[in-house]
């Protein structure tokens, strides 16, 4: 058998083979024998029926079995000959039986990159301090106060910093409507009747807030902001907004007391105490989480910045396209309308084609250090992840399993779980640095 094998950018080889009639001709014997043996054709005998009628009434049946075994075998001895890792074989083209009886065909292959690992032991990650921070508990509860305020109309002033204000606005950009200077929707950016904006320098944009102090129901104030260099719309990056404000309502908000009568309103029979604990280790639990997340995400900084390869283009597309479709379901999730996820398509690509590009070449290091370090998961393991998971979606493990391998998605799970295990053993190793930062934006 003769393979070629012609590598190319971006992961892809061009595999040509030719196989030679002898090796054609016995594969194809042994297929019309073993049909020959339990054939069933009428007049004669089941196994009985002389091969060439066997091999008449079966003709489509043999030549593709016999193709399917040639292209099999050729894939297998390419991988054996050219120590080839590969993620796809393609599908076969210009298969062509000649006229000696030799069989040539080509596919294009995808090839997993070739990864030269960095260091990859005691890499440093610095993370904040386990505790929590007193002040964070003190901000939830607020928080759980304000969730259950009340709010009491505000008279005989303007409004003030810590005010509710509810308003109706429109906006401009260089003296044209928002909707009309971009050419598109704008959606919150362009107007809104009753909007309820507190009086806070995180509220709503950057400087907006503090520019409605001093304004009295039913007045009108023109407010303008210079929108931040990296606004999600870059068409209004470092951009001036003029926005017409109407003040329509003043609320200040009435907040209840922090004791045992608000404790039952959240959960009957816990005090307010039972209610700060509850509050405390689930922080806890969420900051250890958080910290952990911190510890992988710098060590996949680290193989970023130490480690560039090509990538596959076709994996590298439906990465982008899987990121994509996440981001705009986070965006549907968080209130954004089909308007607005519509006017950021081009971020939303870009920004889903770097992480595309962060997904795979961590994806492919972490692999090779599995291998590197033996890595692996048992059947044992993996059956009981598979059984945890069917148990958790109330379905026979069984069922589950046997549906799994149906799909061709056990060897899937059983690479993820490797990648977790090595994402494990990476952390373990990490020269982890404790600050006195509390912050988890550290």
Known sequence: ????????????????????????NGERARI?????????????????????????????????????KLVSGAFDQALSQESLHVLDFGHPEDMITHADGSFTFVSKLTLAPEVALPDYKGITVTVPLAAVPDEEIDAQLTALQERFADFKAIEGRAAAMGDFAVIDYTSTVEGKPTEEFLGKPAGYLASREGFWVRLDEKAFLPGFAAQL??????????????????????????KEMVFQVTIKELKEAILPELDDAMAERLAPGKTMEDIKQIIRDNMSDERQRKIADMKVNQIVAHFNAQVSFELPEELLQ????????????????????????????????????????????????????????????????????????????????????????????????????????????????????????TTLDA
Do not use: W
């Open 1 to 24: 058998m003769n393979i070629v094998v012609e590598k190319q950018p971006k992961c892809v080889a061009t595999l040509r083979v030719e196989i030679p009639a002898d090796k054609v």
């Open 32 to 68: 019309v024998k073993g049909y020959a043996s339990k054939a069933r054709v009428p007049g004669f005998r089941a196994g009985k029926a002389p091969q060439a009628v066997v091999e008449k009434r079966f003709l489509k049946e043999i030549s593709e079995e016999l193709t399917e």
């Open 213 to 238: 102090v001093g304004i009295n129901v039913d007045e009108s104030r023109e407010i303008t902001i210079t929108l931040p260099e990296d606004f999600q719309l870059p068409e209004l990056a470092s």
């Open 318 to 437: 439906q990465e982008t396209q899987s990121q994509a479709d996440a981001m705009v379901k986070r965006g549907v999730q968080s209130g954004m309308t089909e308007n607005e996820i519509e006017t950021q398509q081009e971020e939303i690509f870009a920004s889903a084609g770097q992480q595309a590009v962060s997904n795979l070449r961590t994806n492919f290091i972490l692999q090779e250090i599995a291998r590197v370090e033996n890595i692996t998961v048992t059947d044992t393991e993996l059956i009981n992840h598979l059984a945890q998971i069917a148990i958790s979606r109330k379905i026979a493990p069984k069922k589950f399993i046997k549906d799994m391998q149906r799909q061709g998605r056990i060897q899937s799970v059983r690479s993820s779980m490797a990648i977790g295990k090595t994402i494990d053993f990476l952390v373990e190793q990490a020269n982890v640095v404790e600050t006195q930062e």
